[in-house]
Every structure is written in structure tokens, then in C-alpha cells.
């Protein structure tokens, strides 16, 4: 039993590490984006990247939160704003690579944290719910801090709900019994590749009030442009 709990605390840190990674490399490029310097680059990676974290870990009463606790947890931010310092002058299409890397954020959180919530005692619904959070709140956090329009909020565009079913397969894998690494990597691609056509194609979910309709939104891709 010590041995299968030090190997899930492992995977769990290593899912985490991952997803702080995928967040902060979409913070450096929005930094690069909005003409930050290199610390504000750091300082918007490293918001994006942990501050999901640092909410799941508030909210489960953990103590302090892992990145405050592991110096590993700098070490992601550090590495995505060198990466983008070095090769974002190559980077033809920004666009496309910010919802990539951020999609992919996306995926481990929802994962993570619907587990670390279930593995705390949290019932399902409410371990779901904090995988949603944990997923969209550093994201949130980026844009905010950005002074963009929160993509959570974004009617043109699907966010929050790629990470909702992520988080309900998980909490289903687990209470049947049924989540190994393999169905973690079948629900993280799932996540992703949702999230990602959704953006593509340009799907979205009914607006607050039924009749209303989406000011100077075409039929076609959003205005934004999907490059």
C-alpha cells in the first residue's frame, strides 16, 4: 500500500509539473505578446502556471501550497520564459501556439485536481467542480492580468466545459475503479483535442438569455482569426 500511494503522490507531482509547464509557456507568449519584459514574462508565467494549483491547495485545506513548499515548482515558469525569450522571434503563428500550449494545461489540471480533491475526501461533485477550478483559474488569472478578456468568460469560445467533462471522467474512472495511466492519458487527450477543435471550429454554448444573439459574430471563424 506504501509503495501504490508513493506512486500515485509521484504521478500526481509529475502531471502537475507538466501542467504548470503548458500554462506557463502560454503566459510567456502573452507576455511576448503585450511587449513585456523578460520579468514580467516570468511573473505571468508563473501566475498562470501555479495560481490553479495554489487554489485547489487553499481549498482542500492541504497546507501550504506545493509551489510554495517545493522549489521544483519554479522551475517550469523559469524554463517557459526562456524558451519564449529565445524562440519567440520565430514564432510565426502565436495564436495557435497559445491555445496549444494552454489547451494542454488544461488537460493535466482538470486531471489533477479532481484527483487530489478525491484523494483528500472530497465527495465526486465537489471534486469536480475544484478540477474545473484548479483547470481554468490560472488561465483566468493570465488574462486578467493581461488586461484580456478572461477566455472563461469568452462567448466565442469553449473553455471551461472541455476541462468539466475531463474532471467528470476522471472522478468516474476513479470511483469505478477503472484510472490508470492510460485512461489518464485517454481523458487528457480527450481534453485537449476538445478544447482545440472546439477553437477551431468555433463552437459555442447558448448565451445567458435564450433569443439573444452574439453582436458581430459571424457564421464563420470569430474575429479573432484562427491562425
Excluded at 504548470?20 to 508565467?45: C, N
Aim: proline residues 4%; charged residues 10%; glycine residues 12%.
Amino acid at each position: 500500500m506504501e509503495l501504490h500511494l508513493f506512486t500515485f503522490d509521484l504521478a500526481l507531482v509529475w502531471l502537475d509539473l507538466a501542467g504548470v509547464f503548458f500554462f506557463a509557456v502560454s503566459g510567456s507568449l502573452l507576455a511576448a505578446k503585450k511587449q513585456f519584459d523578460i520579468i514580467g514574462s516570468l511573473l505571468l508565467a508563473s501566475l498562470v502556471g501555479l495560481g490553479g494549483g495554489v487554489i485547489r491547495d487553499i481549498v482542500i485545506n492541504a497546507g501550504p501550497p506545493a509551489a510554495f513548499t517545493n522549489p521544483v515548482y519554479l522551475l517550469p515558469p523559469l524554463l517557459a520564459a526562456g524558451l519564449v525569450y529565445f524562440l519567440f522571434s520565430s514564432i510565426q503563428r502565436f495564436t495557435s501556439l497559445l491555445t496549444l500550449f494552454d489547451a494542454g494545461g488544461l488537460a493535466l489540471f482538470c486531471i489533477t485536481g479532481t484527483l487530489k480533491a478525491l484523494a483528500a475526501g472530497m465527495n465526486p461533485v465537489a471534486a469536480i467542480l475544484l478540477g474545473v477550478t484548479t483547470a481554468v483559474g490560472g488561465g483566468l488569472l493570465r488574462d486578467i492580468t493581461a488586461n484580456e478578456i478572461p477566455t472563461l468568460f469568452n462567448a466565442r469560445d469553449l473553455y471551461a466545459l472541455p476541462a468539466l467533462t475531463g474532471a467528470a471522467l476522471t472522478a468516474l474512472l476513479w470511483n469505478i475503479g477503472a484510472f490508470t495511466g492510460l485512461t489518464a492519458a485517454l481523458v487528457a487527450g480527450w481534453v485537449f483535442a476538445f478544447r482545440v477543435v472546439a477553437w477551431r471550429r468555433g463552437w459555442r454554448v447558448p448565451l445567458a438569455v435564450r433569443g439573444w444573439h452574439r453582436a458581430g459574430v459571424s457564421s464563420g471563424a470569430d474575429s479573432r482569426g484562427r491562425d
